[in-house]
């Protein structure tokens, strides 16, 4: 089972895998089957617009956020290279 969760303040609407679509109110949870997942819901997770936590124990790893430390030592770099001698 997957639990999608609209992070929004406003409805949504997705179209399932199967037939049907699934509708999700104002912060709204709902379970469905993991077969239903679209690719729709994938990309509307992806996005930030809805939060999928897969309830079976299978879930895909989230993909990691650079910590702000990796971002300045690489900003660092940028600027370095572009100064003029």
């Not at 679509?21 to 930030?48: F, Q």
């Amino acid at each position: 089972m997957i639990e999608i969760r609209n992070l929004q303040f406003q409805p949504l609407t997705f179209n399932l895998s199967g037939q049907g679509t699934l509708h999700l109110g104002p912060r709204e949870r709902k379970s469905i089957a993991r077969k239903d997942l679209s690719a729709e819901i994938k990309t509307a997770g992806k996005r930030g617009l809805v939060r999928i936590i897969d309830l079976t124990g299978g879930a895909e790893p989230e993909p990691e956020k650079p910590t702000a430390t990796e971002d300045a030592g690489t900003d660092e770099a940028k600027t370095t290279s572009k100064r003029r001698k």
